[in-house]
């Protein structure tokens, strides 16, 4: 048997922060780090988290001989006027090194703080849609991500998503001038992340890794990050969800998504995130709970084109084992994440965190968010190439079988 890799072919980048902190008090070595880059720190957070933890980093800050400024008006999806207004506070104060606490909010609000200390322009300029992938030409100040979700796996990635208030969209940034410099995942952190958000963050990392996993880009280096990803997340985050308290789920969830992050920054995304922009937009729901909604459906239509791929995610959920073929296995790829979310009863905070509209009124907008979805350009990285009627049947699905209010998922 002989082994196969793209990179006997050709040249992959891989991105990564240059050192990750990882563990229980691993937030008190902020100081040291902010220190080795800088004398004044800009820390960026949202006002909840600064609530509970902004002591921690500032007292951290403060012990090393680090200056801070706070800008604690992060939004939970971060706008064009969060990243002006930290890179004012930024330059009057003179900053040099960057401090995030919290989680995708906030490291992206510092990177895009960042990405307008190096760089001239304002922010929308460095959008995909005008600069194109990699459009960052100026490395970043020093970034130091405090982590206290389990995640995104911002700290890991070189992308940057931020709202558009004036056009009600958000736009993406993609440069490896964006990754992280420091990150730092402290799991005594996360055990504040609510029950909801325990479940929207970990099933949004679960998403990270099978979509890597899957996607047409995926190659060996990000696979392995990816399967180890779904394994943490698989053991770990019914746990964190049922617990919160027990540090060694919500350590080992830590480094799940993280292992995410490094999997699609360095792969990609595919047909559920490409999906999952839209549906949000339209519930009014968070990113991770959107994902939730659309990842079962994805994975049944996807699994016939990546059947070994889609095998191992089946097995590793505890779906599927080796008495299944290959197929088989494929296909019970869905059940295992459908399991996994009706344990968290995903479907059940569509009550408090969205907006279901009527049947007549999702249809009426099914073609607009059809077309929203093959522009993000995710679907085109999915293993089974999606055509604009499939991705209509699929939004159609996902409203009968878990959005209206009598269906089988919610009933
Ligand atoms: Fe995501």
């Avoid at 040099?96 to 922010?123: F, P, Q, R």
Wanted: glycine letters at 8%.
């Amino acid at each position: 048997m002989t082994y196969e890799t793209p990179l006997s072919r050709e040249t992959r980048t891989v991105v990564s922060p240059s050192s990750v902190v990882v563990g229980a008090g691993a937030v008190e070595q902020v100081g040291e780090y902010a220190a080795r880059h800088g004398t004044t720190a800009l820390l960026v957070a949202t006002e909840q988290i600064f609530e509970f933890h902004g002591d921690k980093v500032i007292d951290a800050l403060d012990t090393a001989g680090v200056e801070s400024v706070s800008y604690t008006d992060v939004r939970p999806d971060p706008t064009v006027e969060n990243i002006e207004s930290a890179y004012e506070l930024w330059k009057r104060h003179d900053c040099d090194v960057l401090v995030t606490l919290g989680g995708g909010s906030s490291i992206d609000t510092g990177k895009g703080v960042g990405i307008l200390a190096s760089n001239d322009g304002e922010i929308r300029d460095f959008g995909v849609d005008r600069a194109g992938y990699e459009g960052v030409p100026e490395p970043t100040p020093p970034l130091i991500a405090v982590n206290t979700t389990a995640g995104t796996g911002s700290e890991a990635t070189r992308s940057v998503v931020v709202s558009d208030e004036s056009t009600s969209t958000k736009f993406l940034i993609v440069s490896e001038n964006v990754v992280p410099d420091i990150a730092i995942e402290d799991p005594e952190l996360t055990v504040s992340l609510p029950r909801s958000h325990t479940a929207f963050t970990g099933i949004d990392a679960l998403t990270h890794a099978i979509e890597a996993y899957v996607s047409v880009n995926a190659y060996d280096i990000p696979d392995s990050s990816a399967e180890e990803a779904m394994e943490r997340i698989a053991r770990s985050l019914p746990v964190a969800w049922a617990n919160g308290d027990d540090l060694d789920a919500r350590a080992d969830m830590l480094v799940g998504q993280l292992q995410a992050g490094q999997a699609f920054t360095n792969s990609s995304v595919a047909l559920v995130h490409g999906l999952a922009r839209p549906l949000g937009a339209q519930l009014h729901v968070p990113h991770g709970l959107a994902n939730a909604l659309i990842l079962p459906y994805v994975a049944e239509f996807s699994a016939m084109a990546a059947p070994e791929k889609y095998a191992t995610v089946a097995r590793i959920l505890g779906a599927a084992d080796e008495s299944d073929t290959t197929r088989e296995a494929a296909d019970k790829a869905a059940e295992g994440i459908l399991r996994l979310c009706d344990d968290l009863d995903l479907t059940g905070y569509l009550d408090d965190f969205g907006e279901v509209p009527s049947r007549e009124r999702y249809l009426s907008v099914v073609d607009e968010m059809t077309q929203d979805a093959i522009d993000s350009g995710s679907p085109a990285n999915n293993p089974r190439k999606p055509t604009s009627d499939e991705i209509r049947d699929l939004y159609i699905d996902i409203y009968d079988d878990a959005l209206a209010p009598d269906s089988p998922r919610r009933s």
